[in-house]
């Protein structure tokens, strides 16, 4: 789950990562009011995508009505394909320097990663390689004092500096944040350093929806739509996609492949549904219905059952049909666990399954272009 | 013969008494699979499918001998699980368990490697070899002895690969999932080394997707040091940029782990790669009449 | 350093563990009206030693009145040497079962180790091995639930049952207590099963003398004499002994064998008092000054320079004659890192240091006898 | 011969421009030992005795090859010190710090086993192969190549030991203070096995004290498994019972670790125990003299 900026900025603070005067805004007034006390402002969209500054989603202002002037026009403008319901009201920062601090997990190491420039402010991959420190971090000892005077050392930093003693204050905070909050990123760019303090300008927070559970206290951010929203509920991953073929499969790699398949014949998948993980046939039947709620042409259902059972699957697609009439054609492929009985509750329904992928990819194709 | 595990390995099912585990320690039976323990806190003292139940990991190995574990808890009890087996001197645990906290996973792969244990998962099928163990949840009729060694991220998509290839004749000698998780304890370079010492797999399979760059690694080491041959399926071809489709690791981010620089290294590396799963067989028929044809 | 029980139950209950209701009261009045509100009452001794039940430390009181008089005898009594200052009034227990539990540091597995046993109440050592549990924990990962289970395990606990969940909650927070607090022994012994609920009926807490630069809230108690306070806060080991040889060493072990080698021959050593470590000679004297506070008849100065070095020590011991005038002879036994400096320091004041530790020490055996 | 550390032993100094660092630096330069490098962070490009210092071990480690590093940084900073250490692939650490939190040393220890890494002290003097490397605080004249090998809790007591060797005209193949701490990276079992393969080490010396069980343990050890000649001395044997003699080792408790139960024990494994220091050379002639006979 990401979080806005300003999101992530309180959570910064709540762990004593020095961040800029301000408040969020969700009108001009309060724009216009939260400069009153700053003097002159900067006033930033609250969107969850990069490249918000290019796009002109940052302006600043050197009075309330100046503020108020910025905030109208950027409230309710889209960024990316984000409107913006939010601006960030914040004091203009003397910058010195730019850096750029991050930490994430390395799936290659399997450990927190933590990565750091002297070139901040630009996207990181355009830094070249020699002003990126990249470090591991051993996850079982954590962020230990000598990693932090390793990273110094090698970011060539004074040590003496003070900057430098409350950069490792923040390296060493950041990672206490990153691993309290189940974090899969956490991107401080720039990270400054404006009147000798150093200052999180920015902040990219994304947590874990794994861990959501044991993180309640974290508040949450909708960044799905009405049906993704309805499948999360189900513990099931959902994308919308364009096409007017709905698609049910089990596994991420199965329901990856289906679209291909369908794609490669030709056809148009609305979405990606993954309904693996051993859901049982009530939650199946759930997400069915939200399958046809897109309105879709053709419903195809690839199933290899290994964990999921076909004999749920097949429960889950009788009832449904048993419940409303369903006008549009429904393809339905099953093998694995349980098969033989899943095709017997099927053809108690008079209906019957494919056994190969291909073939029912092909015929739904051919339904949907009728 | 078979990598990781073969006719020999006992294997205990922690969170046996669960629906998922007891279900599933009844399949593994029934492939063949010794299952000798079961684990269960306060469960200790029951039979499932008659197999012992036992309150902790500690008391099922002091009553027998264990080589591998495979672990159904819940994602939130899993971490400890998994600490449990490597503490009880397991150095073979399958952690089938899907939406564990990736710092969890992180904690299970950095105590795996004090205690020298390999981890299968999480959120994978297990692995299997054919006709000797099963450790898994995988469905028992598609895996039939063979030479061909299958490696794969996604669990439904590689029993639709193994499925193709017995189809078309060919049995499987191990079929192990990575899981489809960001942080999983084994990558395509480690299974490949395994089949590459393993003299009775004749082939390789290897089912990819979009996100993450272990296919890269895979081409490259498939290029520098294997003998082997290898044929490959990728899954993700077309996925939309920027939308993610289910598993962690498959997001698609700033242009690294797309399909066409899997694709690309894949090739570069002299590995075939199948438009369509059912397309696998066909090239893997290519690539050994070639060898034997040499 | 040792709390008293008192202390320790606070510390537990900080730490979310049980502990019986309860005040600590410094007078018989004070005993008396924390009985009020508990109807009857244990009064305990707190004293930092163990066996104070069998010494008759431990009272007990159906009535304010009854307490009140308990209180009375028992403040002021002395077991085992300790003078009774304070009694902790706590509600009477109706238990049904008594447990033992403790953790501490087991030096040869070099980590904690839990102990615990089902036969709770009597001297651990008294309790047959096989009632007993023994768990050498992990310091880095730490109380893991899978360990607290093989614990619950091998006590052959039921699983099911409620003071089962209650004992692992305990073990959990003890652990996070003796490892938050850095502590050398937590133990409760008796953990009593009572009406259902599990407490702790007693606290014996030793925390690390060397993290207390970290452990700053913690309370401080003094167990030392007048004497050993102040050599602990010229940071020396000091432990009074009952004889008139003075002692200076440096190093524990040599400290030792001094003591050893006086008794050898003869000698009774009026101190143990270790001034290794490289002690500078501003405190080399303080400590010089701290030994002929007991009024000892001869001083022994017993240096093999190492880290302390031998010019630091002649410094101090000039130091020290120069200022004040001592009746007593000081015999010197100077070797080791700097010897020639601190022979050529004391030679200019016209003393004499021997070579070997044996001859010096007959020397001042010989002179406490005259 | 010598064990552990050799006149190839490259050393690097942690905490090297502290007061105790910097002297002891110079000193073990004078003695001969390699010291290649020092770390103070903040103190980077600085010489001392004209070894060059380093703001991390990281840095150092990668101008100088380093094999065993000295650490004299203040308790509240020595588990860094040494965990720096490990990380950086340095396989011996001593640690001189004392009042170190016996917590932080319990860590130390764990992770020095992750790491491979052996670890002596803390609260220790050092080790010192006579005439080629001391890593340590010890006076570097009594320190004079021969074939006895000593070991040790207590540094001073040590000394004294070596002192009267030497005086008896006995050199010192290796010396090894294991530390006066609960909790220290070598025991004396770790020290006799690495002596009883040493081929030049003719006979040891070992100085127990009052408190724990690790004399205990290597009376056991020298009985099941040592054909060299071990004698010993002991120190506590007047310390009055339940009295802290400065080291928390040597605490007695409970009847444990008192000078008896060591002494008994010692004896019952053939060794002999001095009454007195000076007295060990004699021992040490007559058990060399019985073996020559032999």
């Given at each position: 789950m990401k979080y806005f900026e300003y999101m992530g900025k309180s959570l910064f603070k709540e762990y004593g990562i020095p961040v800029p005067d301000g408040a969020v805004a969700e009108t001009p007034d309060e724009a216009a009011e939260i400069t009153k006390k700053l003097g002159s402002a900067v006033i930033k969209s609250q969107v969850l995508t990069g490249g918000r500054g290019k796009a002109g989603g940052v302006k600043f202002a050197d009075s309330p009505e100046e503020a108020g002037k910025a905030a109208e026009e950027l409230l309710g403008q889209e960024i990316k394909g984000y409107k913006v319901e939010r601006v960030l009201v914040e004091e203009k920062l003397n910058i010195e320097k730019e850096l750029y601090l991050a930490i994430t997990i390395d799936s290659t190491k399997k450990s927190p990663v933590l990565i750091a420039s002297t070139?901040?402010?630009?996207?990181?991959?355009?830094?070249?390689?020699?002003?990126i420190v990249k470090k591991n971090i051993d996850v079982l000892t954590g962020m230990e004092p000598f990693v932090i005077r390793e990273i110094v050392s090698e970011l060539g930093f004074?040590?003496?500096?003070e900057t430098s003693k409350q950069f490792m204050k923040i390296v060493s905070k950041l990672y206490q944040a990153f691993r309290a909050l189940d974090a899969e990123l956490m991107e401080i760019n720039p990270l400054v350093i404006a009147d000798g303090q150093v200052i999180a300008a920015d902040a990219k927070v994304t947590i874990d929806d794994c861990a959501r559970y044991r993180q309640k206290d974290l508040p949450y951010v909708e960044e799905k739509t009405v049906i993704e929203k309805k499948a999360a509920e189900l513990g099931l991953a959902y994308v919308e996609l364009e096409g007017d073929i709905a698609v049910m499969a089990n596994g991420a790699g199965m329901s990856m492949a289906t679209l291909d398949i369908l794609q490669y014949y030709g056809g148009k998948p609305a979405n990606f549904l993954d309904a693996g993980g051993g859901a049982g046939s009530e939650t199946m039947a759930r997400a069915i219905e939200l399958l046809l709620e897109k309105k879709p042409r053709v419903i195809f259902i690839n199933i290899f059952g290994g964990i999921t059972r076909c004999d749920d699957v097949a429960n889950a697609i009788t009832q449904v049909l048993g419940q409303q009439k369903i006008e549009i054609p429904v393809v339905i492929r099953l093998v694995g666990t349980n098969e033989e009985e899943g095709r017997r509750i099927l053809e108690a329904q008079s209906l019957s399954a494919y056994n190969l992928m291909h073939e029912a990819a092909q015929k739904a194709v051919e339904l949907a272009r009728k | 013969m078979a990598i990781y595990v073969d006719g020999d390995t006992q294997v205990l099912v922690q969170g046996i008494t669960g629906k998922q585990g007891s279900f599933h320690a009844g399949q593994m039976l029934a492939y063949g699979?010794?299952?000798v323990a079961g684990v269960s806190p306060g469960k200790g003292g029951q039979k499932v499918h008659d197999i012992p139940v036992y309150d902790t990991v500690q008391a099922a190995c002091a009553e027998h001998s264990i080589h591998a574990s495979i672990i159904f808890v819940p994602a939130a009890f899993a971490k400890d699980a998994a600490l449990e087996a490597f503490h009880s001197g397991i150095k073979l645990v399958a952690v089938i368990?899907?939406?564990?906290?990736v710092h969890d996973a992180m904690e299970i792969m950095a105590q795996a490697k004090i205690h020298g244990a390999t981890v299968v998962g999480p959120n994978t099928y297990g692995l299997v070899s054919s006709g000797l163990c099963k450790i898994g949840i995988?469905?028992?009729?598609?895996?039939?002895?063979?030479?061909i060694g299958v490696v794969a991220r996604s669990g439904t998509l590689s029993y639709e690969i193994v499925g193709n290839l017995l189809e078309a004749g060919y049995g499987t000698s191990t079929v192990v999932g990575l899981g489809?998780?960001?942080?999983?304890?084994?990558s395509f370079v480690d299974v490949l080394q395994e089949f590459e010492k393993d003299?009775?797999?004749?082939a390789i399979v290897m089912v990819g997707e979009i996100g993450g760059n272990a296919e890269e690694e895979a081409a490259e080491f498939i290029k520098s040091s294997m003998d082997t041959p290898v044929v490959a399926y990728l899954a993700g071809k077309s996925a939309p940029e920027?939308?993610?489709?289910?598993?962690?690791?498959a997001i698609i981010e700033r242009?690294?782990?797309?399909f066409a620089s899997k694709e690309s290294a894949l090739k570069n590396a002299g590995v075939p790669v199948a438009d369509?799963?059912?397309?696998v067989p066909k090239l893997l028929e290519e690539i050994l009449t070639g060898r034997r044809g040499k």
């Open positions: 070139k901040g402010g630009m996207d990181i991959e355009e830094v070249p390689e020699e002003y004074d040590f003496k500096a | 699979t010794k299952v368990t899907e939406h564990i906290p995988m469905p028992n009729n598609f895996f039939k002895p063979g030479k489809g998780d960001r942080i999983v304890g084994l003299a009775e797999t004749e920027g939308k993610r489709m289910g598993h962690a690791g242009g690294k782990g797309t369509l799963p059912f397309e």
